[in-house]
Structures are given as structure tokens and as C-alpha cells.
């Protein structure tokens, strides 16, 4: 089945870039009907949806983080990663990387294990 | 876009029937069929349990069931177990061309 994996620093210092990289198993990036998603759950619990990213490129982003984000795609590594600039420590979050199924009625069927991210100093 | 509102905690004793409420506007809930519900337990990631209002994931036990009315989105479980005990979150498609969730309800099995 597939699966997917976060991986990148658990520490950013403030105004930095926060960099991580989700790898997909058991399956192709490739896969029609199947949008890349970044999710980040704070720590109080709340979940925000981040973005997508599409085999081909195309992205679609939350407006309220839009000047801050990029999402891209690596086909031949089956990979997409997240970069998120000028962290605050508001930005302070598990981050999990998701497939969203345009069959499954927009949903975030598959998961990766997610990976805490602190911003300090 | 502000987040759904779920209760902060449920509770039933084994056996029982419990309903989680989730409520949005007219810009999600009440305007798509794309309602998505996830469990989650300590630690682990979310786990799709329920999509397009009322479609159980693969392997998802029956008890579970969804349904809307207006822009109130419902997750009822049935027969309740102990290890239905997690965070449950609602997510719905917006008008924005977003995704939006709930703030999540602890469901405590007594």
C-alpha cells in the first residue's frame, strides 16, 4: 500500500526557512486523482490545511500562507516537499504530508507519521 | 475561513450510541458534499474515517456512520468500544477553494 514519510530539521530558527520532504512508497507520485498535501496540527490540536501539489506541477495553496509557501514535486524521486519562509514561532507545528483523493470526495486518505517542527532560537 | 466548531469532548459507556456535532456555513458545509471525517489516537497520525458525508474508508467498521443537515455535519458511533478513545476532526471542502477542520473532540469511552 502506500505510504509516505516526512523527513527534514525538527529545529528552525525564526525568520528562517523551513524545509521538509514527504516521500511516497508503494505507489507513483504520478497517480491520476491524487493531490500531495502538506497539513500542520498545532499545539493545541487545531489542523490547517497548508497546500497541494499535483504530478504535474500545478499547485494550490491556503491564502492565508500563500506568500510564505512553496510546494514542489520530484517525479523521478517520487518526492514533494515544503518550504515555508520567515518562520515565527507561530509556525511552531507537527507537520504531516497527506494524499488527497479527488475520488474519495476531496478527502486526505493516507497519512505520513508527521513530524514536529519547532521554531526557537 | 474559520474552523468548523466541534464539541471540545464526548463521552458513552461501551455499548452506547454517541453523536459528534461539527458546524459551518453555508461557504462549506452546507454547500458540499465533500464532509471528511478522521480519528486520531495520541501519537499517531489522523485516519480517514468517513468521506462525502457518509461513505466509510476502507476497513472502517460500520459503527460509524455520517450525515449533514444544513451546515451541521454529524459522526454517530455505534456499540461504542474502548478503542474508539481518540481525537476526532471534521473537514469540509470551502467556497475559497480551501480546506477547513474542526478544532476536534475528545471522545472519552467511560
Redesign the interface.
Given at each position: 500500500q502506500v505510504l509516505l514519510q516526512e523527513s527534514g530539521p525538527g529545529l528552525v530558527k525564526p525568520s528562517q526557512t523551513l524545509s521538509l520532504t514527504c516521500t511516497v512508497s508503494g505507489g507513483s507520485i504520478t497517480s491520476g486523482g491524487s493531490y500531495w498535501s502538506w497539513i500542520r496540527q498545532y499545539p493545541g490540536?487545531?489542523?490547517?490545511?497548508i497546500g497541494y501539489v499535483y504530478y504535474s506541477g500545478s499547485t494550490?495553496y491556503?491564502?492565508s500562507l500563500k506568500s510564505r509557501i512553496t510546494i514542489s514535486v520530484d517525479t523521478s524521486e517520487n518526492q514533494f516537499s515544503l518550504k515555508l519562509s520567515s518562520v515565527t514561532g507561530a509556525d511552531t507545528a507537527v507537520y504531516?504530508c497527506a494524499r488527497?483523493r479527488s475520488d474519495?470526495?476531496?478527502?486526505?486518505?493516507?497519512?505520513?507519521?508527521?513530524t514536529m517542527v519547532t521554531v526557537s532560537s | 475561513q474559520s474552523a468548523l466548531t466541534q464539541p471540545a469532548s464526548v463521552s458513552g459507556s461501551p455499548g452506547q450510541s454517541i453523536t459528534i456535532s461539527c458546524t459551518g456555513t453555508s461557504s462549506d458545509i452546507g454547500a458540499y458534499n465533500y464532509v471528511s471525517w478522521y480519528q486520531q489516537h495520541p501519537g499517531k497520525a489522523p485516519k480517514l474515517m468517513i468521506y462525502n458525508v457518509s461513505n466509510r474508508a476502507s476497513r472502517v467498521s460500520n459503527r460509524f456512520s455520517g450525515s449533514t443537515s444544513g451546515n451541521t455535519a454529524s459522526l454517530t458511533i455505534s456499540g461504542l468500544q474502548a478503542e474508539d478513545e481518540a481525537d476526532y476532526y471534521c473537514s469540509s471542502y470551502t467556497s475559497s477553494s480551501t480546506w477547513v477542520f474542526g478544532g476536534g473532540t475528545k471522545l472519552t469511552v467511560l
Open positions: 490540536k487545531g489542523l490547517e490545511w494550490h491556503n491564502p504531516y488527497l474519495y470526495g476531496d478527502s486526505f486518505d493516507i497519512w505520513g507519521q508527521g | -
